[in-house]
């Protein structure tokens, strides 16, 4: 029987409004470093891409649209493509991008997109934050070689993401890294209680969440041919890496 991916996201947190409304809300608390993180990729932006041409831009599970915007903010020539499984995260997204133009919109989950030519276009710059550790390694390969077919030869591909520590000591550490991360936003921000405090269980018992290790990533970009893979940033589990095609 054919599956139907729009339902089987159904079944994931991301379709729960309240759940996706908690990441928008927190996000800044929850990801380690997110403004760093923002900040790389457009640093990374200006230094390979850059805006001497109108460059086309796909944003990989979107959210709320923030790498988008940050993009937009530093290139407004840009054309950009959002993907998206959630309707009320494409809705968010187009409520923060109002105004801009050469903005698109496509609801389709990942698994959709492996399956069918829903894309129809190649980029210049294809980005993705905090969504493929949603596939599985098997899906993340396949989802590379599709974003691979889809990038104009010398266009980029950039992964802001959750890895697998490469063994449990490390794995360990990462997760008191990040909850050290946390308690210290919440200081900074003046937030009592154990609000948060759960994050990082949550993130481990939530099993939509299918992280794999930074080197089996790389592996996986380099024997598709992308060119100058590697590792942009790591702080404990969360990392940017990407290649050229
Ligand atoms: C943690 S949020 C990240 C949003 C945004 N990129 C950011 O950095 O704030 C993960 C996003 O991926 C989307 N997502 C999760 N699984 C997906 C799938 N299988 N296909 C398409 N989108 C998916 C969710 O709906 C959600 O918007």
């Given at each position: 029987?054919?599956?139907?991916?729009?339902?089987?996201?159904?079944?994931?947190?991301?379709?729960?409004?309240?759940?996706?409304?908690?990441?928008?809300?927190?996000?800044?608390?929850?990801?380690?470093?997110?403004?760093?993180?923002?900040?790389?990729?457009?640093?990374?932006?200006?230094?390979?891409?850059?805006?001497?041409?109108?460059?086309?831009?796909?944003?990989?599970?979107?959210?709320?649209?923030?790498?988008?915007?940050?993009?937009?903010?530093?290139?407004?020539?840009?054309?950009a493509?959002?993907?998206?499984?959630?309707?009320?995260?494409?809705?968010?997204?187009?409520?923060?991008?109002?105004?801009?133009?050469?903005?698109?919109?496509?609801?389709?989950?990942?698994?959709?997109?492996?399956e069918?030519?829903?894309?129809?276009?190649?980029?210049?710059?294809?980005?993705?934050?905090?969504?493929?550790?949603?596939?599985?390694?098997?899906?993340?390969?396949?989802?590379?070689?599709?974003?691979?077919?889809?990038?104009?030869?010398?266009?980029?591909?950039?992964?802001?993401?959750?890895?697998?520590?490469?063994?449990?000591?490390?794995?360990?550490?990462?997760?008191q890294?990040?909850?050290?991360?946390?308690?210290?936003?919440?200081?900074?921000?003046?937030?009592?209680?154990?609000?948060?405090?759960?994050?990082?269980?949550?993130?481990?018992?939530?099993?939509d969440?299918?992280?794999?290790?930074?080197?089996?990533?790389?592996?996986?970009?380099?024997?598709?041919?992308?060119?100058?893979?590697?590792?942009?940033y790591?702080?404990?589990?969360?990392?940017?890496?990407?290649?050229?095609?």
């Amino acid at each position: 029987m054919k599956k139907n991916y729009i339902t089987e996201f159904k079944r994931s947190r991301w379709a729960n409004a309240e759940f996706s409304r908690e990441y928008r809300d927190n996000a800044d608390i929850f990801v380690v470093e997110r403004s760093r993180l923002l900040e790389i990729m457009k640093s990374f932006y200006r230094y390979f891409i850059g805006d001497s041409k109108k460059n086309n831009v796909l944003d990989l599970g979107c959210g709320d649209g923030i790498l988008t915007h940050n993009l937009l903010e530093i290139d407004n020539t840009i054309s950009a493509t959002l993907v998206d499984a959630s309707d009320d995260m494409l809705n968010k997204a187009n409520e923060r991008l109002h105004g801009f133009e050469n903005i698109n919109f496509i609801r389709a989950s990942f698994q959709e997109i492996l399956e069918k030519d829903i894309l129809q276009q190649k980029f210049d710059f294809i980005v993705s934050s905090l969504a493929i550790h949603h596939l599985t390694m098997n899906e993340k390969r396949d989802f590379f070689k599709k974003i691979y077919s889809h990038l104009h030869p010398g266009g980029y591909f950039m992964n802001i993401d959750v890895m697998l520590a490469p063994t449990d000591a490390l794995e360990q550490w990462y997760m008191q890294m990040w909850r050290e991360w946390i308690d210290e936003r919440k200081t900074s921000l003046g937030i009592e209680g154990n609000i948060f405090d759960d994050i990082t269980r949550r993130y481990k018992e939530f099993d939509d969440n299918k992280p794999d290790t930074l080197d089996d990533q790389l592996s996986a970009l380099r024997d598709i041919g992308f060119k100058e893979a590697d590792c942009f940033y790591k702080y404990g589990v969360f990392a940017v890496y990407g290649g050229r095609k």
